[in-house]
Structures are given as structure tokens and as C-alpha cells.
């Protein structure tokens, strides 16, 4: 194999790497823009500018590829290529290019949502001059919505292309195009087709600079004022891993975090902007228990006696619905508790959309049917129908939460059976059938595995704190579960994992520690 | 967003064998894009909206792609325009070598600005991006004519000449 010395490194590299990825793949900064890795490289922007030993002027080091050299030919009798990121005419040539990128630059970092994780900015302040010797006006235009959650900040633009190629390689909708050429130019969409497919988003994560921004963040916060907290996007079967900015308890945003092995770079709106419909709801923080008039307050304690004295009362007649909404943790302490006597409700479908990228939505809202399939071997599908003929008295529901409508038939389902609870964190329509409610947590709270439908187990982490006196959805069923059967209780959801290993194989080894943040195929399936 | 213009309304192309014999000199349909827009331009004198959704269909490539292609060659015209183009090349060389006085000239002696058209609908006057003649700027291209190290008044005499 090929080897490159870059500055004072060897590196043995694959035949054809660019410069640029030899360089990043070892933790050697080289400025970059257009270069994008999962996008066509152009070489347009100039920044990545380095010296290349026995090439006449700079290269471009994200089109600059190390190849095989004759041994005869090899620099030094050993190297295939030579570069210099430090060279003193590549520090000039990386002042030069700023400069220019600069010249009709509002300098408006004070008010621009990407200050903070801006490589504008970044570069400039370590790359850049402090001044610039343009004295002209600068060219100014107005901002343009170039789709309905997509604005476009032309000034801040640096005409790297990344966002066109997007739509043109991922999306393949290609709506963004270059208007125009040279001083002219500008990032431009067609009237009657605007910037609106469901992986639109990204474009904003992508734009190196403040340029791009979307509606739903601009000007909200900034970015240094919020925390981030790695997790998995709960919208549907695929589980792209995710990075949820929040501020204490108030999410901010959603972004796509980097996982070659589920979004790779990416995610699509749904489940970006999919964390609003629950700042809205009413959450449960107390249990309810029905009573004449309704609904009323209860404590845990009698909550949970009267649940484990309902359940020694109804005998073997006794199920429970687990929900691909829940962790597997959940599903498996719910199994648990009504002896695998499991069923489900309906899914909740939308239409799967692939893209030419490969990038898929998921067709399953949910984003845990394998792993609620795998804790609940035995599960029944359609239950509804299958409940009389069991003579069901009592029922444990883990709600699938405000997506969920119910049907007639589980409706009429409901009001037979003697003793229904369920778990949930607001009043849903499932919630209103029980005769007690059970406060667990909303999805941003949650904490344990999920696996998505290529049955990789994904360590789903809270972003905001379990509200008011809710408890872990795990921790209810395990609870009324020692209770009723007088044994002593699991104290944390790791050891719900380990016990959840040893009934289940396929689960033996998974700890959060091992599925780190990017997960692991079931079995170890070894790919790392 | 960019507004190319005119009504809607259908373009197709008159001589359908034209077509396919630009079509069939090429390995892929999209190579054929640039021919086909000046097929349409010859007929239509610009490339309206209806010509980019025809071409664009033929070529099968989105609107956006083909109207990328338009935008980046200033030969290609996205409005109606009148008898005689004038682009004034406004990059470095022919900045520096006067190009902004030219421009001024026929303003002054026209009435248009860059982007107008007279009302006797015989110039139309553009700025440009580099004609790549740099070497001889200031450039001025008149129609598909490139007049190279442009003086004032021979200029003068050239727009004179355009009737
Ligand atoms: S908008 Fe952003 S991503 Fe698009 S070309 Fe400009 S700087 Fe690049
Ligand atoms: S594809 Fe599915 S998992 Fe990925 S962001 Fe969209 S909804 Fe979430
Ligand atoms: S990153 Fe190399 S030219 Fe833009
Ligand atoms: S600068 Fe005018 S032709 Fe190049």
C-alpha cells in the first residue's frame, strides 16, 4: 500500500485516498468547505489548499489522490507523495482564499444561528487574516425561502455547492441549482418547485457556513448555551442516531449524528422537527384512578396495591400489550409481569420512502417492533379478536402514546374486560379506557435499548428529566411484578438488561457500555 | 428564486427528426442538453419556462439542472430581448480597461440600463461574466460576434452599425 508523509507523518494509505481523507482519518486539520464526505467531490472551494512534493503549484487536497508509485520514482526511495499542510505559501494561499470568501460577507456572526459551530468562522479565526483590504461596497442580497422550512442567507453564502449536490445525490429531488455565473452567481430553486422533500433539513446541517437555516431554529438560541445529548430518533423503524440539542428541559433541536451502519450522515424531517408535538401535551405526572366521577389522584403506593390486588385477583385471565413505541426494557418487564401472555395493537404506517442514497423512511412509525418481537417471543397480533376465547380480566397496556387512535373494536375491548391499566405519560385515547393509570415517561425522557427493523440494538439516552413524580417505563411493571410475586426488585435498567440477557440470546451480551453510540447488530454479528 | 419569465404556456419543437438526430449523436440523453437549447432558442428567440420543462422532460433531467445550464451560459437568454445583444464583459481585464464606460455609453446614448431593452426594440444591453478573451479586453459581444480591444469610438461606430 501507498505511503504518504504529511508534514512530519508517515501514513500507509488505501491506493486512490485523497490527501484530505488521509489527513482527517488521522486527526490532521486541513480547511476544508465543498468536500463533504458522503457528496461528489468538486475541488471548487480552494480552501483545502497543500503543498505536494514535486507538483508546480498548490493542490487541492480533497482531489488529490495517493496512488501506487514505481519504486524507482518513490521520494526519498519510500514515499508515494510528500505533502506539506503547513507549508508558509499554504498559510499565505489559506489567508488569500478567506479573504476572498470574505469580501461580500456580512460579518454578522453576532446574530447568525451557525456562530459557534461555523467553519467560516472557525478558519477564519485560525487560518484568516484580522483584516481585509476590500474597500467596495459589498454586494448585498436579500434573504430568499428557498422551501417552506428552508431560508437562504445569500450574503453568508460561500458557493461551496454541497447543498445542490445534496439534492441532487441524497435527495435526488434536485431542486437547488447555481444560478448564474461568477460574481453573479447564487444558490437558486425554481419558483414552482421548491425546496420541500422530507430530507430537506439537512441541507442546513450541511452548509458549512450560516447560509443555510432553518425556519424551526433560527434565532431561537445559541449554540452554546445548549446541551447535547446524543440519542436515537424515535420516529420510526430505522432509529437514526441522533444529537438533541436542549436547554435544561426545552428542546431546541434535532440533528442527524454521524452512523455508518444506520443514517450515515443524515435524517429526514419527520423525525427532525417530530419533537414538537409533544411540547404541547398535557403530561401525566401523578397516577389516576377511576372512580364514580372520573378520574382522580392517587399515590404510587396505592396505585401499585391496587394493581397487584387486581392481578391476584383475576386468576390465570391476565395479558398485557406491549408497544414497539418502548424500550426493550419495558416490553421484556411487561412480558414479564403477565407471564408472556403479550399482544399488540395495529401498527401505525405511513408509506416507506427510499431514496436514490439509499436512505430509507420507514413505512413502521415505531421504532422498536424487532425489539419488542425479540423480549416478547410469544406475542399475538391482531388481540383484539383473540381476547374473549383467553377470557382477559385484567390488562396491562403500555400505551403507544398521542399517535396512538383506538378503534371500535379495541374500544369494545377495553370496556369488557374487568381491569385495565395502563401506562402512559398523558391522557390519550388509551389512557381514557383504563380504570388506572400509571405515569412512565414521554420519549425524550426515556433511558434503555431499542432495535431497529436490521436489528441493531441502539442505546436510546434521555435528553430532559422524567416529569413530576413519573417513573422509568421499565421500573412500573418490575415493580408491581416483585410485588405480586414477592420477590425483590430490579434496581436499575442495567440490570433489567442483564436479566432480559439471560432469557433471551440474542441479548447475553449487550450492555450500554458495549453499544457505546453506535449500536450493535444483534449477536455481534461482528462489523466493527 | 429565480423567475424565468414568461407565461406559461407549451413549447415543442417544430422539426421532431432534429431532435432525435441531436439526441442520437450522443452517448446519454443529458449530453444533448446544450444543443437542444439552442435549437429552442432558435426558434423561440429565448428559453422560456415552457422550454425548460420540454427539454427537460426530453433530456430527463429536473428543471432546476437544465435551467443551472441556462443561467451559467450568457448566450442563453431567459427573456424576450431585442434585435441586437450587446454583453459588455464586466470581469477583471475589461473592468479595468474601461468596460464600466462602454456600459455608461450606451446607457447614455440608449436610455437602457444593463438588463433593458430599448423601446424600439433594437438593443438589448447585459453585463457578463469573463468572455474568456481576456487578452484583448475590453470584449463586447454583439449578438454570437465577439469586437475585441474596444475603444469608445469604435464602439460607437460598431452600435451605429447595428441597425
Ligand atoms: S448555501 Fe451553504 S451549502 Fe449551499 S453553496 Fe452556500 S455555503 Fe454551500
Ligand atoms: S428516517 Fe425514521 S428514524 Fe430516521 S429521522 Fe426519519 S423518522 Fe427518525
Ligand atoms: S474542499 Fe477541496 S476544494 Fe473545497
Ligand atoms: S475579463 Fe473580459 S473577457 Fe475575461
Redesign the interface.
Known amino acids: 500500500m501507498p505511503i504518504v508523509k504529511i508534514d512530519d507523518t508517515d501514513f500507509t494509505v488505501e491506493k486512490g485516498t485523497s490527501v484530505l481523507q488521509a489527513a482527517l482519518a488521522n486527526d490532521i486539520e486541513i480547511p476544508h468547505y465543498c468536500y463533504h464526505p458522503a457528496l461528489e467531490i468538486v475541488g471548487s472551494c480552494r480552501m483545502c489548499l497543500v503543498k505536494v512534493e514535486g507538483m508546480p503549484k498548490l493542490q487541492v487536497s480533497c482531489n488529490t489522490f495517493v496512488g501506487d508509485v514505481p519504486s524507482d520514482k518513490k521520494i526519498d526511495g519510500k514515499y508515494d507523495m510528500v505533502v506539506s499542510t503547513q507549508d508558509e505559501l499554504v498559510q499565505q494561499e489559506q489567508k488569500n482564499m478567506l479573504e476572498f470568501l470574505l469580501l461580500n460577507h456580512p460579518l454578522d456572526c453576532p446574530v447568525c444561528d451557525q456562530a459557534g459551530e461555523c467553519d467560516l468562522q472557525d478558519y477564519a479565526f485560525k487560518y484568516g487574516n484580522a483584516h481585509s483590504r476590500f474597500e467596495e461596497d459589498k454586494r448585498v442580497r436579500p434573504n430568499e425561502y428557498l422551501g417552506s422550512q428552508i431560508v437562504i442567507n445569500h450574503n453568508r453564502c460561500i458557493l461551496c455547492s454541497r447543498c445542490v449536490r445534496f439534492t441532487r445525490e441524497i435527495s435526488g429531488s434536485s431542486e437547488l441549482f447555481v444560478e448564474a455565473r461568477g460574481y453573479n452567481s447564487k444558490i437558486s430553486v425554481l419558483e414552482e418547485k421548491p425546496l420541500d422533500n422530507l430530507l430537506a433539513g439537512n441541507v442546513a446541517d450541511i452548509c458549512p457556513v450560516g447560509a443555510l437555516l432553518s425556519t424551526d431554529y433560527i434565532h431561537k438560541n445559541r449554540i452554546w448555551n445548549l446541551d447535547k445529548q446524543p440519542s436515537i430518533c424515535q420516529d420510526c423503524s430505522v432509529g437514526c442516531n441522533v444529537d438533541v440539542f436542549h436547554q435544561k428541559d426545552q428542546i431546541l433541536r434535532l440533528t442527524p449524528r454521524e452512523n455508518h451502519s444506520v443514517n450515515k450522515f443524515f435524517m429526514c424531517d419527520k423525525g427532525r422537527y417530530g419533537f414538537h408535538r409533544f411540547e404541547e401535551i398535557e403530561r401525566l405526572t401523578v397516577p389516576m384512578i377511576m372512580s364514580e366521577g372520573g378520574f382522580i389522584e392517587t399515590t404510587w403506593d396505592e396505585a401499585i396495591e391496587k394493581t397487584v390486588d387486581e392481578l391476584n385477583g383475576a386468576g390465570k385471565g391476565i395479558a398485557g400489550i406491549a408497544s414497539p413505541f418502548h424500550t426493550n426494557e419495558a416490553n421484556f418487564m411487561l412480558g414479564r409481569l403477565v407471564n408472556g401472555n403479550v399482544g399488540t395493537l395495529p401498527p401505525i404506517t405511513s408509506e416507506e420512502i427510499n431514496y436514490p442514497s439509499g436512505f430509507r423512511i420507514s413505512g413502521d412509525r415505531s421504532p422498536n417492533r424487532h425489539g419488542m418481537n425479540d423480549v416478547c417471543p410469544s406475542i399475538v397480533d391482531d388481540f383484539a379478536s383473540a381476547v374473549e376465547r383467553k377470557d382477559i380480566r385484567f390488562l396491562y397496556l403500555l400505551d403507544d402514546g398521542i399517535d396512538r387512535e383506538l378503534n371500535e373494536l379495541w374500544k369494545g375491548m377495553l370496556e369488557k374486560i374487568d381491569f385495565v391499566v395502563v401506562q402512559s405519560y398523558a391522557m390519550t385515547d388509551v389512557s381514557k379506557c383504563a380504570d388506572i393509570v400509571l405515569p412512565g415517561q414521554a420519549p425524550f425522557e426515556r433511558e434503555g435499548t431499542i432495535t431497529n427493523d436490521m436489528g441493531r440494538v441502539q442505546w436510546l439516552r434521555p435528553s430532559v428529566t422524567t416529569k413530576g413524580e413519573s417513573r422509568p417505563d421499565w421500573e412500573i411493571p418490575m415493580l408491581i411484578q416483585s410485588k405480586h410475586a414477592g420477590v425483590e426488585g430490579l434496581t436499575d435498567v442495567s440490570s433489567v438488561m442483564n436479566e432480559m440477557g439471560k432469557d433471551f440470546a440474542a441479548y447475553s451480551d449487550i450492555t450500554f457500555f458495549r453499544l457505546g453510540d453506535q449500536g450493535l447488530p444483534l449477536n455481534g454479528k461482528a462489523e466493527e | ?4 419569465g414568461a407565461p406559461k404556456q407549451s413549447f415543442s419543437f417544430a422539426d421532431p427528426d432534429k431532435v432525435q438526430n441531436i439526441l442520437s449523436q450522443y452517448p446519454d440523453k443529458q449530453s444533448a442538453l446544450l444543443p437542444l437549447l439552442h435549437l429552442a432558442q432558435s426558434e423561440e428567440g429565448y428559453i422560456s419556462s415552457a422550454v425548460i420543462d420540454t427539454i427537460s422532460e426530453i433530456v430527463d ?5 437544465v ?2 445550464c441556462v ?4 448566450m442563453l437568454y431567459t427573456k424576450p430581448h431585442g434585435r441586437h445583444i450587446i454583453q459588455v464583459c ?2 477583471l481585464s475589461c473592468s479595468l480597461n474601461g468596460a464600466d464606460g462602454l456600459v455608461d455609453h450606451v446607457t447614455a446614448k440608449c436610455g437602457i440600463k444593463p438588463g433593458e431593452t430599448t423601446d424600439d426594440n433594437r438593443f438589448t444591453l447585459m453585463k457578463v ?2 468572455l474568456g478573451s481576456c487578452g484583448t479586453a475590453p470584449v463586447v459581444q454583439v449578438n454570437n460576434d465577439y469586437h475585441e480591444s474596444l475603444t469608445l469610438e469604435e464602439f460607437e461606430k460598431l452600435l451605429e452599425s447595428l441597425k
Open positions: 428564486m429565480s423567475n424565468n433531467c429536473h428543471q432546476a439542472l435551467m443551472d443561467s451559467f451560459y450568457t464586466q470581469t461574466e469573463c
